[in-house]
């Protein structure tokens, strides 16, 4: 399966509340799109990924596929998707309680896309 029907049925999944289907989706597209050299699609997928396990209430699992995505767009320098992760990150550290780390991730979200 391509990299993109692959992301095509995670979605799928996902909207008809399969998370688990769609988390499995989502890394296999992660590892899709790595391998056909989109750094930024494959880093896309990491973040859904993380979202995916947040709406199974898998924070464990949820927190390193979102901060691992957060890395990956600082490092290409892609402003709006950092700042996605960044609010995604927020959620779920705010669900687990982590309140002082979800602030500084909001703040620094809305800060992004708010200059």
């Known amino acids: 399966m391509s990299a993109s029907s692959l992301q095509t049925a995670a979605l799928a999944a996902y909207q008809h509340g399969d998370f688990a289907s769609a ?33 199974a209430k898998n924070y464990s699992a949820a927190l390193p596929a ?22 995604n990150l927020g959620a779920v550290l705010l669900e687990t309680g982590d309140l002082k780390r979800a602030a500084d991730s909001l703040n620094e979200s809305i800060s992004l896309l708010n200059p």
């Open 66 to 87: 979102i901060e691992t995505a957060l890395a990956e767009f600082r490092a290409l320098g892609d402003i709006s998707r950092t700042a996605q992760a960044l609010g």
């Open 23 to 55: 988390a499995a989706r989502f890394e296999e597209a992660a590892s899709a799109f790595r391998a056909e050299g989109d750094r930024a699609m494959a880093a896309e997928m990491l973040n859904n990924l993380g979202v995916a396990h947040r709406a």
